[in-house]
């Protein structure tokens, strides 16, 4: 049995990624952080049925600002794979917590890497890197583009980058980058903008909302489905030689046909219920993100599945029916 200790577990592709460690049958280590309140919403899925977490998913509490809960985890569990996805993830947030998102989304990936070394585990390592370390360098991009960041966020993502790259070339670690374009689903944290619109457009079809307040409508951004997304990071760890893969759809479309597709789900006009405001831009805007993802498909083999209006409309059908849930006083929150 292989043995995989993934960071961000109680995100979106953290859950997702639990998923299908599990059933390839490895045992999973997952970090959680201590929150006030339940934060294990998005694993609650695989253990609804057994009514507690399934036996080979153990979280631990660490925080990737903690060296000691690192170095601690990949010792005592000597990882086979890890899979780092924690991050301080929100771009428009990093230019508030700048420091900290260089702490956590930066510097932390160096905390692991040097805990494999010191661990002495032969350990593949797959790092969480990103389409906004492209920034404003235009699309089409690919492995080959220059990075051109254009937020603490994306800053703290080039230096993960690199320093996966390094310890790949300095110590000889499998170590590869995954350089992800969006990919969303309705476990998408709720302040991202397709999650934030999927989930205005059902609360607005069932009558709890009157309006959306967005940002940048003609910010343009290439979308895919998470899920998928994920199976492409087990794919990385998998081949003999670590390396870096951008993974995309090549399929671009602006916020304004997001949202113009989703409103269009539950049959309303999306002008009647979407105003903009300035306090959603961003100081420095990534204008457009179109990924390449040739290399992905010809090496792992790797290729999307879902298309735009398939994504979009999976996320409103999903968000409709939790509001519903929501309302018949159906929805439980569990902690696992
Ligand atoms: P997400 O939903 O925001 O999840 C981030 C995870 O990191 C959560 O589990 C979060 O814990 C955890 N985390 C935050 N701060 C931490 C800390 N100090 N110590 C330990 N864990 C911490 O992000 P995602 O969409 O799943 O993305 C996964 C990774 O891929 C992230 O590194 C992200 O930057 C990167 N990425 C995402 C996309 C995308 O489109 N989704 C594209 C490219 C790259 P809490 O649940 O407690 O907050
Ligand atoms: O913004 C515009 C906003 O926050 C997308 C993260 O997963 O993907 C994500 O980063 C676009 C931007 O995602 C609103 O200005 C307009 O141009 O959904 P987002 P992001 O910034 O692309 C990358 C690949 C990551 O790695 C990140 O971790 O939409 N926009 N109006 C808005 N964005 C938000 N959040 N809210 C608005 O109201």
Known sequence: MKTAL???VTGQDGSYLVELLLSKGYEVHGTKRRSSSFNTSRLEDISRELGHRPDNLVLHYADLADSASITNLVRDIRPDEIYNLGAQSHVA?????PEYTADVTG??????LEAIRASGVP????????????GSTPPPQN??????????????KVYSYWATVNYREAYGIHASNGILFNHESHRRGETFVTRKISRAVARIAEGFQSELVLGNLDAVRDWGYAPEYVEAMWLMLQQETADDYVIATGEAHSVREFAQAAFARVNLDWEKFVRTDARYERPSEVDALIGDASKARRVLGWKPQTSFVELVNRMVDEDVQSVRDEKAGKLVRIDI
């Open 107 to 112: 510097v932390s990936t160096i905390r692991l």
């Open 93 to 97: 947030v990093s230019f508030a917590v």
């Open 143 to 156: 492995e080959s583009t220059p990075f051109h960041p254009r937020s603490p966020y994306g800053v703290a």
């Open 6 to 8: 993934v960071t961000g």
């Open 123 to 134: 350990t593949r390592f797959y790092q969480a890197s990103s389409s906004e370390m492209f």
